[in-house]
């Protein structure tokens, strides 16, 4: 019977993966990383500097995600677009595996730790919809987050060696590396407060997992982007967004509601528990801070409560035992379990049940301009292309020899940030926004249809709507008539 329990308890975690992380439409940024790799991999050098805008750039391109163009170039080419939906399964099975292990390890029982598993995979799969860089990230987040409890739990320090070779790796893969220095100091900071005697060992293999970030192509110039980046206002990109502010927009609406419900109650629980651990708090309030002031670092939360939260119920419902209350303790993760799945399915209809994920891309003509640049390529129009910002790496990659572009997914890498702030004055309609249309020398402008900058663009004197359809339109320059 426990055979078949487990049977039929690991066909629904597996149908539940599949239902929540088969998706198929290409991320925007997909397309930036495969288009520097085919830089690197066929045009044979390494692009210091901007290589497809013709508005200024950064005298030094700091592509912090270089090595995941070089890693899905490679992978796209020998293998096929399959490869890296592969990919994508497979870290983010062995992160959910990884934050179980953490929970077991740390004491908690198998039945709290499957049901917080639950949760983590509805909010995490918000974060692996598309193919991107921070998928690296979450793994070596969570496997970080495991190291730094198996250090805890055993108290052998050497575990800690490992952390500077997975930095060397992480910090040229994505930026998010820094979240991983910031739990190891965390945990130094809760060690040394606690008076735990790895607390220094945190400290010292922190130090060095800092210096190893080094290792990179940019030197020293990669820490400079990176103070710059962490602290740099990204007002219009939706995904880095308060959580007030998307709930005020409309965005991301169930994920940062079930952000808001689980980290109340995770830091209620955090108040009332009787042996309360100071690295907890820590890693636990910096977690849900960054998960309330960016709906994309939600993930993270999602992650550390997965490895925290059985143990946290263990103890309380250990407690209720004790007082006969044996029934409610069995009974409660199968509830919390079930409510979760429930109400995910009322927001997200699963119309067909897919048994085997797929395993293709698509580029979806609701999402991405592809009418729009057949007729372009039809008319022969080439040039400098003023897009929308979302379709900018996309057509980096499948436009690369008939257009340069204005702006693009990789504005904060590559383009200077008057010019950011320009086009997006110009994308939203403020006060000035026709300065980044007289600015630069654009040939035509791709924009999404019924924007704030389309309608401002049809009054635009120098400027005529050549092209149109249900997601974009053309803008081309007026020919002046000679009247001599």
């Known amino acids: 019977m426990r055979v078949l329990a487990g049977l039929i308890l690991g066909m629904g975690f597996y149908l539940f993966f599949v239902v929540l992380f088969n998706k198929g439409l290409a991320d925007y940024d997909l397309w930036g990383y495969l288009s520097f790799g085919r830089v690197f991999w066929e045009e044979g050098f390494f692009p210091y500097q901007d290589v497809f805008a013709y508005t200024p750039t950064k005298p030094l391109w700091v592509y912090h995600e270089w090595l995941t163009g070089v890693i899905f170039f490679g992978l796209q080419k020998y293998f096929g677009p399959a490869s890296l939906q592969f990919l994508k399964y497979v870290l983010a099975v062995v992160t959910i595996c990884l934050v179980y292990a953490t929970a077991i390890k740390r004491g908690g029982r198998q039945g709290f730790a499957l049901a917080t598993l639950v949760f983590v995979m509805i909010l995490i799969s918000f974060g692996y919809v598309p193919v991107r860089a921070q998928i690296f990230t979450f793994f070596f987040f969570a496997l970080t987050i495991y190291i730094l409890e198996s250090v805890r739990n055993s108290g052998k320090a050497s575990l800690l060696r490992w952390l500077p070779v997975m930095m060397v790796v992480w910090c040229n893969v994505h930026g ?49 982007y990176t103070v710059h980046a962490v602290f740099l206002e990204r007002a219009d990109i939706t995904e880095w967004y308060s959580a007030i502010k998307a709930l005020k927009s409309g965005v991301y609406v169930f994920p940062v509601s079930l952000f808001l419900v689980a980290g109340f109650f995770g830091l209620a629980i955090l108040i009332f528990l009787k042996k309360k651990n100071i690295t907890e708090i820590l890693v636990v309030c910096v977690v849900t801070y960054l998960g309330f ?70 580029v979806s003509s609701d999402a991405y301009p592809i009418k729009a640049l057949a007729w372009l390529k039809s008319n022969q129009i080439r040039g ?19 257009f340069r572009v204005a702006i693009d997914g990789r504005y904060e890498t590559a383009y200077r940030e008057d010019v950011c702030q320009e086009y997006f004055a110009f994308s939203s309609g403020r006060r000035g926004w026709d300065v980044f249309l007289k600015k630069y020398p654009h040939d035509a402008v791709l924009l999404k249809a019924n924007t704030a900058a389309h309608r401002l663009m049809n009054r635009a004197k120098d400027w005529e709507a050549v092209y149109s359809d249900q997601i974009s339109v053309i803008f081309v320059r007026k020919k002046v008539e000679n009247k001599l």
């Open 293 to 362: 002031v960016h709906v994309r670092h939600n993930v993270f939360f999602g992650l550390v409560l997965g490895a925290y939260l059985p143990l946290w119920l263990t103890e309380i419902f250990g407690a209720m035992e004790q007082r006969g209350l044996r029934l409610a303790a069995h009974v409660f993760p199968v509830f919390f379990a079930g409510l979760l799945v429930a109400v995910y399915l009322y927001c997200y209809p699963v119309r067909q049940i897919h048994v085997i994920p797929t395993f293709r891309f698509f």
């Open 176 to 224: 998010g590396f820094v979240s991983g220095l910031g739990v190891i100091f965390l945990y130094g900071l809760g060690g040394l407060l606690a008076r735990e005697k790895t607390a220094v060992s945190y400290f010292l293999w922190g130090v060095l997992s800092l210096s190893v970030t080094l290792i990179n192509p940019y030197g020293f110039d990669y820490w400079i």
């Open 384 to 402: 400098n292309l003023l897009c929308h910002f979302d379709w900018g790496e996309y057509i980096l990659w499948c436009c690369h020899r008939d």
